[in-house]
């Protein structure tokens, strides 16, 4: 007796279930037009009608009336993502940013993973442009439009969103052609991106675009043909320049591949002139991956602050954090009438916690706070106060 | 239920609830500030404008500060008075770390010189060494007394070498793990233990340079920047971002962690170096504060 009458409660709250659900959609597409969320593909929650499971149909705080902002929306049933976002220092620039709605439709898309584009190519390109540059002769996955051939969409270990450290990801495909077309080189062949530009090049065998003095002319200049690694030492004697600024207090001489120089350079073949292993912001990244998630998190960040050497010496300085100059002279620099007006900044104007010059960044953090004008704490008193202790 | 009923049950849970919560919180900070060694003047302002070296010299019970913004070698007493400025021949030109030998020379590292310089303060001589290991330059950065030997940090490999009395290299002890470099090291007990910045791991080797342990601390700082081992064997490593320290006991497991970024009295800016007194404080070059920032239990 007591077991039928559970079943009836079971169902009862199941048919009611479902008929809220069903009638929710009734409701929903009265107004909206349901082969707009019929494609191909289609997101769970629209499929099963269960529209207010993001959307408030009367009253919403965001735009769309859904229930939380986006990334929480996302993140309250895609848990899995917003935990490994959490335990990584690469996340991809629209995670970080917390707007899915950059590459995913929310209702339904013609493509799999409910992208927003025709495809998955079409929707990286929306935002790296530059990608999408006509090389002559392109790589195989990337003129597929197969990116996450090599890449991970949301977040990854390694730089550039890789799925596997750069020489196993090319050996992966690559097997057994390595030394057919490395006939003289001298030594294992390795480090295949310090040559070779994995979505395309002008250069057959998609060799960069712009080489090394050196490398043009064999290999001789720099190796000692024993396989011996070529330490930093040798870089400098040529570029007197470089061992000038790297003589400073603050420097990047620091090694993280036995040659500190081959940390942010190629010292073979690159895109661009500088020789840089790949885009600045992306070669500071690659140590620096704490300011980035830092600042990235924020609520005010500096604008163009990925342009890291607009203010920072990037070989060495003998300023604090490698910066051009004093927290002043490098504001200046575009900031040109603070200062004046401002709160007294520089020489002769004390910091009372310090008894150093106050300068900018006695109040600001450059890079992002979650203040606005990039304050350290809170505008109005609690910053203030820090100082002016008798308000 | 009575009023009083009440105000006992809500007074017992608040108890029991105190009682649960404590082990469960963090491990208690026993560090307090003591002070601050800097040069604060009356309408002249700090005079450190970047300290990056400390040595702390227990025969005269002084503290050596390094400040490479000034170019010049500063001294304080124990209770933090500054007593003197050195600018030796006013020929210094980018100090970076202090050491003194058992001959009382006082030897630092010029990096705008790229050598190891020795200043004589009794026959008032200054001598400019340029190193090298194995027929390469070297570009000293960290460097560390023990047992009459240098042990100087080579920026430009990542590796510490290890010199005699007559400035020849005689051991190289690098990252076993590829090419990688580090980025500081300390001597304690025999033993060298080195930090990988960038990879965020603490090396232990023996004196010959066998490795024997390695931690990896990447979970609890953003980016370490120095190592000290503390009077009881643990960890000390000082977040050059965080402007914070987080200890580690001998196995590397976290233990706590303290200390801000900021510019307040016991907050950091940018730090440079950590490192502990004979007398068992702990003393942080806070360099983008001007100052050395002293902490005791």
Redesign the interface.
């Known amino acids: 007796m007591k077991i039928s009458i559970y079943f009836l409660i079971f169902w009862a709250l199941v048919g009611t279930a479902a008929s809220a659900s069903g009638a929710q959609e009734k409701l929903c597409f009265g107004c909206h037009e349901r082969k707009d969320f019929a494609k191909a593909v289609i997101h769970q929650p629209v499929a099963k009608g269960e529209c207010e499971l993001c959307h408030n149909p009367h009253v919403a705080k965001y735009k769309g009336l859904v229930q939380k902002e986006v990334e929480r929306l996302c993140r309250s049933c895609h848990v899995d993502i917003g935990k490994a976002v959490k335990q990584t220092t690469q996340i991809h620039k629209p995670v970080s940013e917390g707007n899915c709605l950059a590459c995913h439709d929310p209702h339904s898309s013609a493509v799999k993973g409910l992208l927003r584009e025709k495809n998955q190519k079409d929707t990286c390109l929306k935002c790296h442009e530059d990608m999408g540059k006509n090389f002559k002769y392109t790589h195989l996955p990337f003129s597929r439009g197969e990116c996450s051939v090599c890449h991970q969409p949301h977040q990854a270990e390694r730089l550039y969103l890789l799925v596997a450290d750069t020489d196993d990801l090319c050996r992966s495909c690559h097997k057994g052609t390595l030394a057919e077309f490395h006939k003289n080189f001298p030594s294992k062949p390795a480090a295949c991106l310090t040559c070779h530009n994995p979505h395309g090049s002008s250069r057959k065998g998609l060799i960069k675009d712009i080489l090394h003095e050196p490398f043009k002319s064999g290999c001789g200049d720099c190796h000692d043909g024993k396989g011996a690694s070529v330490g930093a030492d040798k870089c400098l004697k040529c570029h007197e320049d470089v061992r000038e600024q790297a003589l400073a207090v603050h420097n990047h001489l620091g090694s993280t591949t036995g040659n500190s120089c081959v940390n942010c350079h190629s010292p073979h073949a690159s895109d661009g002139a500088k020789l840089f292993k790949t885009r600045l912001e992306q070669v500071c990244r690659g140590c620096h991956s704490d300011t980035f998630k830092n600042y990235l998190g924020k609520l005010h960040s500096h604008p163009n602050a990925a342009e890291c050497a607009n203010c920072h010496q990037v070989h060495g300085s003998n300023n604090l954090a490698m910066l051009k100059g004093d927290g002043n002279q490098v504001c200046n620099g575009c900031h040109k009438t603070q200062g004046q007006f401002t709160h007294p900044v520089g020489e002769g104007i004390f910091d009372p916690r310090t008894g150093m010059n106050m300068t900018c960044v006695s109040c600001h953090y450059p890079h992002g706070t979650d203040n606005p004008f990039n304050l350290k704490q809170e505008g109005s008193k609690d910053l203030c106060i820090q100082c002016h202790r008798g308000y | 239920m009575s009023k009083l009923n009440k105000l006992c049950y809500s007074g017992l849970l608040t108890i029991l609830m105190g009682l649960w919560v404590a082990p469960c919180g963090a491990a208690e900070v026993p560090w307090k500030w003591q002070l601050s060694l800097?040069i604060?003047k009356e309408r002249q302002?700090?005079q450190m404008?970047?300290p990056?070296g400390l040595y702390v010299d227990k025969e005269r019970e002084r503290y050596y500060v390094v400040d490479?913004?000034s170019n010049a070698l500063h001294s304080f007493d124990l209770q933090g008075n500054h007593l003197n400025t050195l600018k030796p021949g006013e020929q210094l030109k980018?100090p970076?770390g202090i050491v003194r030998d058992a001959q009382e020379s006082l030897w630092v590292v010029e990096?705008?010189?790229?050598t190891l310089t020795q200043i004589d303060l009794k026959g008032k001589k200054i001598v400019t060494h340029s190193l090298k290991s194995g027929g390469?330059?070297i570009?000293p950065d960290r460097m560390q007394i023990s047992d009459g030997n240098f042990f100087v940090l080579d920026?430009?490999?990542?590796r510490v070498v290890k010199f005699d009395n007559n400035l020849q290299a005689i051991q190289e002890i690098y990252c076993p793990d590829?090419?990688?470099?580090f980025?500081d090291f300390t001597i304690s007990n025999g033993s060298i233990l080195t930090l990988d910045?960038?990879?965020k791991v603490i090396y232990v080797f023996k004196s010959t340079g066998e490795l024997l342990n390695k931690f990896d601390i990447g979970a609890d700082v953003?980016?370490p920047y120095a190592i000290e081992v503390g009077p009881s064997g643990q960890l000390y490593v000082l977040d050059r971002?965080e402007g914070s320290v987080a200890v580690f006991d001998n196995v590397g497991e976290l233990k706590y962690k303290f200390l801000s970024k900021?510019?307040?009295?016991g907050r950091l800016y940018?730090p440079e170096d950590i490192q502990f007194d004979y007398l068992g404080r702990l003393c942080i070059v806070d360099?983008?504060?001007?100052?050395v920032e002293i902490f005791g239990r």
């Open positions: 800097n604060k302002g700090n404008l970047l990056t490479s913004g980018q970076y990096k705008g010189r790229n390469r330059e570009f920026k430009i490999t990542g590829g090419l990688a470099g980025g910045i960038v990879r953003s980016f971002h900021g510019q307040s009295r940018y360099s983008g504060n001007g100052r």
